[in-house]
């Protein structure tokens, strides 16, 4: 069974082979080891002149009438010894015509075959020897390679021997060899390249001592390499260890790795290139490479996600001409003997950038129109469902009266108005009421909340910004004083605006004129600004929050709309208005509201004023069954007394649900538990408690 399953294994990697070499732009020639044509590809063909594969001769010595059977196998035996070969030779094609090529040549063996692959390298470049030695050598390098002249200066050195010396290449290129092998010095080092010139090859262990001046042994295998200008030593170095026989399929991956379109690339831990295939070594290099030095905007972030086997999508390849290309990257954690690694394939994504580039400027065109347009429609939208909401304020309170009889008198002039008041007084109904009889009412209010904004969009999303003044601004965008000219502009929380923008505020304020982000141009614009803030912002002034200028500009006129514990008669006329509106809503027929509702409603405080009383009626109305309002199911104080000390959200949140754990004895869910009681889902309470620390334990009256 296990012959059988290797055979097939054997056979499928044969297959396999043949298909990367058929798709291969090199040609491409198998030979069998005595001479004979087993496979060539297509370029092959080509480059020959046959235009069948039946054309092509049955053996090598047809087509190369320089080499003889014997010579042949005399370059088998030395693949099988070395595993790799080059060399020039003479090529005839289909007319007769010579091609003088320098071919490269590795073996592939397996049970029950055995080829020479042969590929083209060159083509009449006999001249360039020493750029073929140099390809020769790093692909017959088992870890290490080393150029040295014969003054003993390193020429080159590979990435390998950068890695295990623990030195950039820079730092081997301006040392000698004496300073790597402490056991050479120049008498023997004099001797030794004698005996190499001598023989051409040789073998011995010697130490290498690294960065930290640790030695460690090697072995070296030394080749002369004859150039024009003398000889170099080609030193091959080998980590004095254990080793595993050559893996075949670690050849047909090295094969099939130089075969691929798209770069591919081995980096470890630290980001140091270990490995790159043909197409990488061409656009990229490999000389001291590290991950973050060809990926633009690699960060750590996303180095560790690579990792995790995660695809880090489209970033942009450093080229070694300088240039950005845009690849898709792919990456693959693998674990060998020595070190994790990870593989990364670059896809080529330039054709589709330009597409993409293209639609996306035709989209920014379509997309400014729309966002105008939407922003447009998105105020008068606005503008119609608060007229609808609020058709009229509702108060009989003399105090409350005062405040709309001044407001009457400044919405027909374009003074500043700064309205002062609690949380859910209605600061933002009397804004849009005096818009409403202002002579600027033709036109929608436009609302600016900034509180709601992050400090970095605050001076966009006011004053616009210039296509490319920040990271995002791929077109012109208009501000709220822009879109709001010959109209009103309602800052609302303007006591929460950023120090910084409050001068440019200002400015506009006095001079009507600004410039958006990133533009020089100033842009005038006549706006009636109504601002509101439920802080003191004389208090602001006073802790160095707030600009006493710009406080001064915008308490040209103040409105402070009182709250709802100083304008309890109007409870009733508020009640009967919320009650219509949210049983018509529900579907729901309340007639009755009797006085002792009234009465229970008017003891209450309202923290949250005219905004808390109108969601209490509405979860009064929902909780409510038959015609008659009721609060039996809302928790709600008989009597509160404001402290001195002004409580934080949190601690009436925690005064609040303790006090329904007690009415409930502890009970949180279920009928008659904490959560009816307060009116909210049972799960979101046991959330709450958790936060604020809360146990129903402590409310249970028998523990």
Same mark, same amino acid.
């Given at each position: 069974?296990?012959?059988?399953?290797?055979?097939?294994?054997?056979?499928?990697?044969?297959?396999?082979?043949?298909?990367?070499?058929?798709?291969?732009?090199?040609?491409?020639?198998?030979?069998?080891?005595?001479?004979?044509?087993?496979? +060539?590809?297509?370029?092959?063909?080509?480059?020959?002149?046959?235009?069948?594969?039946?054309?092509?001769?049955?053996?090598?010595?047809?087509?190369?009438?320089?080499?003889?059977?014997?010579?042949?196998?005399?370059?088998?035996?030395?693949?099988?010894?070395?595993?790799?070969?080059?060399?020039?030779?003479?090529?005839?094609?289909?007319?007769?015509?010579?091609?003088?090529?320098?071919?490269?040549?590795?073996?592939?063996?397996?049970?029950?075959?055995?080829?020479?692959?042969?590929?083209?390298?060159?083509?009449?470049?006999?001249?360039?020897?020493?750029?073929?030695?140099?390809?020769?050598?790093?692909?017959?390098?088992?870890?290490?390679?080393?150029?040295?002249?014969?003054?003993?200066?390193?020429?080159?050195?590979?990435?390998?021997?950068?890695?295990?010396?623990?030195?950039?290449?820079?730092?081997?290129?301006?040392?000698?060899?004496?300073?790597? &092998?402490?056991?050479?010095?120049?008498?023997?080092?004099?001797?030794?390249?004698?005996?190499?010139?001598?023989?051409?090859?040789?073998?011995?262990?010697?130490?290498?001592?690294?960065?930290?001046?640790?030695?460690?042994?090697?072995?070296?295998?030394?080749?002369?390499?004859? /150039?024009?200008?003398?000889?170099?030593? +080609?030193?091959?170095? /080998? $980590?004095?260890?254990?080793?595993?026989?050559?893996?075949?399929?670690?050849?047909?991956?090295?094969?099939?790795?130089?075969?691929?379109?798209?770069?591919?690339?081995?980096?470890?831990?630290?980001?140091?290139?270990?490995?790159?295939?043909?197409?990488?070594?061409?656009?990229?290099?490999?000389?001291?490479?590290?991950?973050?030095?060809?990926?633009?905007?690699?960060?750590?972030?996303?180095?560790?996600?690579?990792?995790?086997?995660?695809?880090?999508?489209?970033?942009?390849?450093?080229?070694?001409?300088?240039?950005?290309?845009?690849?898709?990257?792919?990456?693959?954690?693998?674990?060998?003997?020595?070190?994790?690694?990870?593989?990364?394939?670059?896809?080529?994504?330039?054709?589709?950038?330009?597409?993409?580039?293209?639609?996306?400027?035709?989209?920014?065109?379509?997309?400014?129109?729309?966002?105008?347009?939407?922003?447009?429609?998105?105020?008068?939208?606005?503008?119609?469902?608060?007229?609808?909401?609020?058709?009229?304020?509702?108060?009989?309170?003399?105090?409350?009266?005062?405040?709309?009889?001044?407001?009457?008198?400044?919405?027909?002039?374009?003074?500043?108005?700064?309205?002062?008041?609690?949380?859910? /007084?209605?600061?933002?109904?009397?804004?849009?009421?005096?818009?409403?009889?202002?002579?600027?009412?033709?036109?929608?209010?436009?609302?600016?909340? +900034?509180?709601?904004?992050?400090?970095?969009?605050?001076?966009?999303?006011?004053?616009?910004?210039?296509?490319?003044?920040?990271?995002?601004?791929?077109?012109?965008?208009?501000?709220?004083?822009?879109?709001?000219?010959?109209?009103?502009?309602?800052?609302?929380?303007?006591?929460?605006?950023?120090?910084?923008?409050?001068?440019?505020?200002?400015?506009?304020?006095?001079?009507?004129?600004?410039?958006?982000?990133?533009?020089?141009?100033?842009?005038?614009?006549?706006?009636?600004?109504?601002?509101?803030?439920?802080?003191?912002?004389?208090?602001?002034?006073?802790?160095?929050?707030?600009?006493?200028?710009?406080?001064?500009?915008?308490?040209?006129? $103040?409105?402070?709309?009182?709250?709802?514990?100083?304008?309890?008669?109007?409870?009733?006329?508020?009640?009967?208005?919320?009650?219509?509106?949210?049983?018509?809503?529900?579907?729901?027929?309340?007639?009755?509201?009797?006085?002792?509702?009234?009465?229970?409603?008017?003891?209450?405080?309202?923290?949250?004023?005219?905004?808390?009383?109108?969601?209490?009626?509405?979860?009064?109305?929902?909780?409510?069954?038959?015609?008659?309002?009721?609060?039996?199911?809302?928790?709600?104080?008989?009597?509160?007394?404001?402290?001195?000390?002004?409580?934080?959200?949190? &601690?009436?949140?925690?005064?609040?649900?303790?006090?329904?754990?007690?009415? +409930?004895?502890?009970?949180?869910?279920?009928?008659?538990?904490?959560?009816?009681?307060?009116?909210?889902?049972?799960?979101?309470?046991?959330?709450?408690?958790?936060?604020?620390?809360?146990?129903?334990?402590?409310?249970?009256?028998?523990?």
């Amino acid at each position: 069974m296990e012959k059988r399953e290797a055979k097939a294994l054997t056979l499928d990697i044969k297959r396999r082979l043949r298909e990367f070499c058929a798709q291969s732009e090199r040609p491409i020639l198998w030979l069998d080891e005595g001479g004979r044509i087993a496979f +060539c590809n297509s370029s092959f063909r080509e480059l020959h002149g046959f235009g069948h594969p039946r054309e092509i001769p049955g053996t090598l010595f047809e087509i190369n009438p320089d080499l003889s059977l014997s010579e042949w196998q005399d370059r088998w035996a030395m693949l099988k010894e070395e595993g790799f070969g080059e060399w020039a030779c003479r090529h005839l094609t289909s007319k007769g015509e010579s091609l003088k090529l320098r071919l490269g040549c590795t073996l592939l063996e397996s049970e029950g075959w055995a080829y020479a692959l042969l590929w083209v390298m060159d083509q009449g470049n006999e001249g360039q020897l020493p750029a073929a030695l140099f390809r020769r050598a790093l692909k017959e390098a088992p870890h290490m390679v080393l150029w040295v002249s014969e003054t003993g200066n390193i020429l080159f050195a590979n990435e390998g021997m950068c890695r295990q010396m623990g030195v950039r290449l820079g730092a081997l290129l301006s040392s000698s060899v004496f300073e790597l &092998q402490g056991n050479i010095d120049a008498e023997s080092w004099a001797h030794r390249w004698a005996e190499l010139k001598r023989k051409g090859v040789v073998e011995l262990d010697t130490t290498l001592r690294n960065r930290s001046g640790v030695n460690f042994s090697v072995r070296e295998r030394a080749v002369w390499l004859s /150039t024009p200008e003398g000889g170099v030593q +080609c030193s091959y170095f /080998t $980590p004095q260890r254990a080793g595993s026989p050559p893996n075949e399929r670690l050849q047909l991956a090295h094969l099939t790795l130089n075969l691929m379109q798209d770069p591919v690339v081995w980096v470890n831990r630290e980001g140091q290139v270990v490995y790159g295939n043909e197409r990488f070594r061409t656009w990229v290099g490999l000389e001291g490479k590290r991950v973050f030095d060809f990926l633009d905007e690699m960060t750590p972030k996303d180095w560790e996600k690579s990792w995790e086997g995660e695809a880090l999508g489209r970033r942009n390849l450093l080229l070694a001409s300088g240039e950005k290309m845009p690849v898709a990257v792919f990456c693959t954690p693998l674990q060998t003997e020595e070190e994790p690694l990870l593989a990364m394939i670059l896809r080529d994504m330039r054709s589709f950038a330009e597409k993409e580039s293209k639609l996306m400027r035709e989209l920014s065109k379509v997309k400014a129109l729309r966002k105008r347009l939407e922003a447009d429609n998105l105020l008068l939208k606005q503008e119609f469902e608060l007229e609808h909401q609020f058709e009229e304020i509702i108060t009989g309170n003399e105090r409350f009266k005062a405040v709309l009889a001044q407001l009457e008198q400044v919405a027909r002039t374009d003074a500043i108005v700064l309205i002062e008041g609690e949380t859910g /007084t209605g600061k933002e109904l009397l804004a849009r009421a005096l818009h409403r009889l202002s002579k600027r009412a033709k036109r929608p209010m436009v609302k600016v909340n +900034c509180a709601a904004l992050p400090e970095h969009l605050i001076e966009s999303e006011l004053f616009g910004h210039e296509k490319g003044a920040f990271t995002g601004a791929v077109s012109r965008q208009i501000g709220r004083f822009e879109r709001a000219d010959g109209s009103t502009l309602f800052l609302d929380e303007v006591s929460e605006l950023p120090l910084n923008l409050q001068p440019k505020l200002l400015r506009v304020l006095q001079e009507g004129e600004f410039e958006r982000v990133g533009g020089s141009r100033t842009i005038k614009v006549n706006v009636r600004v109504v601002a509101a803030t439920n802080r003191s912002l004389e208090a602001e002034v006073q802790r160095g929050r707030f600009r006493e200028d710009l406080h001064y500009r915008l308490n040209v006129f $103040p409105l402070s709309p009182p709250p709802l514990r100083e304008r309890k008669d109007d409870i009733p006329l508020l009640v009967q208005h919320f009650v219509k509106k949210y049983a018509a809503r529900s579907g729901k027929k309340i007639e009755t509201i009797s006085a002792a509702v009234f009465a229970r409603l008017q003891a209450y405080d309202f923290p949250g004023n005219v905004r808390e009383l109108e969601n209490l009626i509405e979860r009064a109305v929902i909780l409510s069954k038959g015609p008659t309002l009721r609060l039996n199911h809302i928790l709600l104080p008989q009597k509160r007394t404001r402290s001195k000390t002004f409580k934080t959200l949190e &601690q009436l949140q925690r005064d609040h649900i303790r006090e329904a754990l007690r009415r +409930c004895n502890g009970k949180v869910s279920g009928p008659g538990g904490a959560a009816e009681l307060l009116g909210i889902h049972h799960r979101t309470l046991a959330s709450r408690m958790r936060k604020l620390g809360i146990k129903r334990l402590d409310y249970k009256k028998n523990s």
